[in-house]
């Protein structure tokens, strides 16, 4: 996804912008809540009930401000968002101008439109994803496991019991955020092994436009394309531009491998 000396246009990335905007929000918000949702097993014995109350009271507010824009990311915006790349995406490689945004030398490849084109390009980014994804779980890992150990020693060692409310609200809290892992743990497993199915059909191809190849190109798009949708995660922009470089290089090695002009 890099074109040397040339001007690289890619007018669907605005729709990603308050994804992005909203996922610094939750960031901020994961952090608040990880700190109170500790605090509040000790609070009541250096602050009093009173304190405790009003700790709690603002802890339940954090989360739901947390879940309510969790769900309308992942429900409405990232949604919207990965319909026009996917339109963008049908429009690049068939020649179709399914969408009124436009784009150039978004891929790195020079087949002309066709069904090959649009395998390239899904192939292209299943490796770019792939690896954006092991990226961001590298960190995302050891923050489960860093929270995860903290809240354990919190419930172990707390003082006294809590209302029902605060203990409920701790476990969708921490559902909240285990199920986003696993999203993202499930999310980079499709996109590896869509990438390696790509990678074994350009390696073995030699019929061009027969039925079975484009079943196979077209699968391989249903599956990329389903897997972001079901798991309405947004892959960080920040991590995509640091890998940008090397994993360009890393495609170029590849088609020319594999003979994708």
């Known amino acids: 996804m890099n074109n040397t000396g040339k001007q690289r246009i890619d007018e669907v990335a605005k729709h990603y912008s308050l994804i992005e905007r909203l996922e610094i929000i939750s960031t901020i918000l994961f952090w608040i809540n990880s700190f109170l949702s500790c605090l509040i097993l000790y609070s009541s014995s250096f602050i009093g009930k009173s304190g405790t109350n009003i700790i709690q009271s603002f802890f339940l507010v954090l989360v739901l401000i947390y879940f309510s824009i969790s769900q309308v990311s992942s429900l409405c915006l990232v949604p919207k968002a990965e319909l026009m790349r996917r339109k963008q995406l049908l429009s690049d490689s068939l020649g179709v101008p399914l969408s009124i945004e436009h784009t150039s030398l978004y891929y790195n490849n020079s087949f002309s439109p066709s069904m090959e084109r649009l395998g390239a390009n899904t192939m292209e980014n299943a490796l770019f994803s792939q690896e954006v994804a092991s990226k961001m779980l590298y960190r995302k890992r050891i923050v489960i496991f860093g929270y995860i150990v903290l809240w354990l020693f919190a419930v172990l060692f707390r003082p006294d019991n809590f209302e029902l409310l605060t203990i409920i609200t ?46 196979i190109i077209l699968d391989a798009f249903a599956s990329y394309e389903s897997a972001k949708s079901t798991a309405g995660i947004l892959l960080s922009t920040k991590e995509f531009q640091v890998l940008n470089p090397t994993l360009s290089k890393q495609w170029e090695r590849t088609r020319q491998k594999l003979n994708i002009k």
């Not at 499930?186 to 990438?195: A, P, S, V």
């Not at 790509?198 to 030699?206: E, I, K, N, Q």
């Open 170 to 215: 701790q476990l969708v809290f921490s559902s909240e955020i285990i199920s986003g892992w696993l999203k993202l743990e499930i999310l980079r497993y499709h996109f590896e092994r869509i990438y390696e199915d790509l990678h074994h059909y350009f390696l073995g191809r030699s019929e061009k436009e027969s039925p079975s190849a484009n079943a």
